[in-house]
C-alpha cells in the first residue's frame, strides 16, 4: 500500500527540509505539506493552507486526501512562548490531541511528534542527560513538550496509537531560518559571520546546549519512523545526542574558516531558558533499540553551514 503522507508547518525549519526527504522516498503526490500560510505565497505543487487549531479542517483532509501517516511539527517555539504562554500551550497541546484522537479512531495509521531538550529542566543533570532523567521544565515551551510526550505514551498503552517522537536538540540548518528559538543562535552566527564579519549573541559566551545539524535530524526522523514497532521502548520521546557546544567554541570553530570573524556577547531573556537546559544529552536507548548514530560533528556541520551558506547568500 501506498502511504500518503501528511506534514504539518512544513514551511518551518524542520518541515521545508523533511517534506522534501519524505518526497524522496514516496513521491511528490504522496506527501501533502501544510502550513497556516496562504497557498498564493508557497511555491509548492502539493501545498494546502491548513491550520492546525482546526480540527474539523483537520478531519477533512485526512479524510480528502486518505492520509496514512502525519509528521505533526507546527508549534511555537521557546522564546516566542515565553512572550505568549497561553497562545503556546494551546497551540502545542490542542493539536497535538487532535492528531492523537484521530489516530485512535483509526483515521491514521502512524504519528509523528518532535519534543525537545526543553522537556528537561534547572534540577536536571546537565551532562550526558540520561533518557530517564528528571523532567521538572520551567518554560512553557518545556512543560507543553513533556505533557505532550506523556500524552503519547497514553494513547499509545490505552489504544495502540502507532506515535513516536524525537527530544530534539537545538538544529542547525542553511535552507530555512529558524523560529522563535532558543538556539537560533547557532544559525544566526552563521548569517552573521559571512554577511557582517560580526556578531552579538544574545546568550553567554560559556552557555553549552546541544546540538544537531538538520541532515542527521531529518534522518533520525525518518530512520525512527520506519523502525520495527516491537524494537522501540520508548512511546514518550527518545533522547538524541549529537554536538554540545558553547558560543565560544562555535566561534572559535567558524575562525578557522573567517579568522577576521568578531563575536560579542549581550545575553537577554534566553539566557535563562538556556540555562535550565542539559548541555549534552545521553542516546544509548536510541542507539541501542534502533541504531540511531549521528554522522555531522562540529567541524563537519560548520564546514557544510558555511559553504551552503555562501552559495546561498552569494558570497564569494
Ligand atoms: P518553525 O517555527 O520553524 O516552524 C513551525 C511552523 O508551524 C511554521 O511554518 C508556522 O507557520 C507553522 N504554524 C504555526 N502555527 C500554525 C497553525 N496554527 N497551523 C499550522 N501551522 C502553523 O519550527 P521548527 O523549528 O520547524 O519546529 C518544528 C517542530 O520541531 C516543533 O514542534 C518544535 O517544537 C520541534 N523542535 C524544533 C527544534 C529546532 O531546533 N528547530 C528543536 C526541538 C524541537
Ligand atoms: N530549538 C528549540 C528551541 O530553542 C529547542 O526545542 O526552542
Redesign the pocket.
Known amino acids: 500500500m501506498t502511504e500518503k503522507i501528511l506534514v504539518?508547518?512544513?514551511?518551518?525549519?524542520?518541515?521545508?527540509e523533511l517534506t522534501l526527504a519524505l518526497r524522496e522516498i514516496y513521491g511528490v503526490e504522496n506527501v501533502l505539506s501544510?502550513?497556516?500560510?496562504d497557498p498564493a505565497n508557497v511555491e509548492d505543487p502539493n501545498y494546502e493552507t491548513?491550520?492546525?487549531?482546526?480540527a474539523e479542517q483537520i478531519a477533512s483532509v485526512v479524510e480528502k486526501h486518505e492520509i496514512t501517516i502525519v509528521y505533526?511539527?507546527?508549534?511555537?517555539?521557546?522564546a516566542?512562548a515565553e512572550k505568549f504562554p497561553k497562545k503556546g500551550w494551546d497551540?502545542?497541546m490542542d493539536?497535538l490531541l487532535t492528531f492523537l484522537e484521530l489516530a485512535k479512531d483509526k483515521k491514521i495509521n502512524q504519528l509523528y511528534?518532535?519534543?525537545?531538550?526543553?522537556i528537561f529542566g534547572p534540577e536536571t543533570p546537565k551532562i550526558n542527560t540520561d533518557q530517564n532523567a528528571l523532567t521538572i521544565p520551567s518554560t512553557v515551551?518545556g512543560i507543553s513538550?513533556r505533557a505532550g510526550e506523556l500524552w503519547c505514551q497514553y494513547y499509545h498503552e490505552k489504544f495502540g496509537v502507532d506515535v513516536r517522537s524525537i527530544?530534539?536538540?537545538?538544529?542547525i540548518s542553511w535552507k530555512?531560518?529558524?523560529?522563535?528559538?532558543t538556539?537560533?543562535y547557532a544559525v544566526d552566527i552563521f548569517y552573521q559571520a559571512l554577511e557582517e564579519g560580526k556578531y552579538e549573541c544574545f546568550l553567554s559566551e560559556n552557555s553549552a546546549l546541544p546540538m544537531m545539524y538538520m541532515d542527521d535530524a531529518i534522518r533520525a526522523t525518518i530512520e525512527l519512523m520506519q523502525a520495527d514497532p516491537t524494537k522501540l521502548s520508548v512511546r514518550t520521546s527518545y533522547n538524541l545526542h549529537s554536538l554540545s557546544f558553547t558560543p565560544a567554541e562555535l566561534a572559535a570553530e567558524i575562525q578557522k574558516h573567517l579568522p577576521d570573524f568578531e563575536i560579542s556577547y549581550n545575553p537577554d531573556f534566553r539566557q535563562a531558558i538556556a540555562d535550565s537546559w542539559p548541555a549534552s544529552i545521553d542516546d544509548s536507548v536510541a542507539q541501542k533499540d534502533w541504531n540511531w548514530k549521528y554522522e555531522f560533528d562540529l567541524a563537519k556541520m560548520t564546514e557544510t553551514m558555511l559553504a551552503n551558506l555562501k552559495e546561498k547568500l552569494a558570497i564569494s
Open positions: 504539518t508547518g512544513a514551511l518551518g525549519q524542520i518541515g521545508s501544510t502550513d497556516i500560510q491548513l491550520d492546525v487549531m482546526n505533526h511539527l507546527a508549534a511555537m517555539l521557546s516566542t497551540l502545542n493539536s511528534w518532535p519534543s525537545s531538550i526543553a515551551y513538550k527530544r530534539y536538540p537545538g538544529l530555512t531560518r529558524p523560529g522563535g528559538g538556539t537560533d
